[in-house]
């Protein structure tokens, strides 16, 4: 079974550009989860999807952060524009469904370095 | 503020010695709580999980961990490490009262020497 995938893997870019980052979910997992990772610190959940909808977007910073899950499969989050903190691992996970005990599988997560 | 605390940030072991990582959190109410782990180079996967029933629950690569209620504590465990477990491990919380949102704690980066 192929995992979570997300690309790129590494991005530098410079303080005010933009950057986009995509998450393809495991196949037939209904719900998407983009985390935010500062180096020293856990995860920190973004915004989560259940098919096309979103089901919480409560801590994404929504001036510069957004997110789409067009057609409930594949994802992508951009930031327009960045901010030096926010420099760090931007992680896709997705599981089946969502009633608090699904396993969530986690994507390699993209490092994004904002100079 | 609702929370997920993991007072050992890093810990150093020898191989063979054995293993205690703290994690408490703030939550009242129902909660699931699962230990994630994250293999250099690797992606965080899951280790081991609790939502009821025995407060002792085993997990994957001899890992345990016990969930008490009265400390909101769910302490990470495992008696004789080993090289291959140096990782960074992370406690995370469900709270149903916080709706169905995965709180991670900040996690403790494990080495274990040969």
């Known amino acids: 079974e192929a995992g979570v995938a997300q690309s790129p893997r590494y991005k530098i870019i410079e303080k005010r550009q933009s950057v986009a980052f995509w998450c393809n979910p495991i196949?037939?997992?209904?719900?998407l989860y983009w985390y935010q990772q500062i180096l020293g610190q856990g995860p920190k959940l973004l915004i989560q999807?259940?098919?096309?909808?979103?089901?919480?977007d409560s801590q994404l910073p929504k001036d510069r952060f957004s997110a789409e899950r067009l057609k409930g499969v594949d994802s992508t989050l951009k930031i327009q524009p960045a901010k030096l903190e926010d420099s760090a691992v931007y992680l896709c996970?997705?599981?089946?469904?969502?009633?608090?005990?699904?396993?969530?599988?986690f994507g390699p997560g993209t490092r994004l370095l904002v100079l | 503020a609702q929370s997920v605390s993991q007072h050992n940030h890093h810990v150093i072991l020898s191989e063979a010695a054995s293993l205690e990582l703290g994690c408490n959190y703030s939550?009242?109410?129902?909660?699931?709580l699962f230990w994630y782990v994250q293999y250099p180079g690797q992606h965080l996967q899951l280790l081991l999980k609790?939502?009821?029933?025995?407060?002792l629950v085993k997990g994957i690569k001899g890992f345990e961990a016990e969930f008490i209620k009265s400390k909101f504590s769910f302490n990470l465990r495992k008696p004789s490490v080993q090289w291959s477990d140096t990782a960074e491990y992370f406690c995370?919380?469900?709270?149903?009262?916080?709706?169905?949102?995965?709180?991670f704690g900040g996690g403790t980066r494990l080495m274990v020497k040969p």
């Open positions: 996970a997705s599981s089946q469904i969502n009633t608090g005990e699904e396993t969530q599988y």
């Open positions: 196949s037939g997992h209904a719900t």
């Open positions: 999807f259940q098919n096309n909808g979103v089901v919480d």
């Open positions: 939550y009242g109410g129902t909660v699931n």
């Open positions: 609790y939502f009821s029933g025995d407060p």
């Open positions: 995370a919380v469900i709270s149903f009262n916080a709706g169905n949102m995965l709180t």
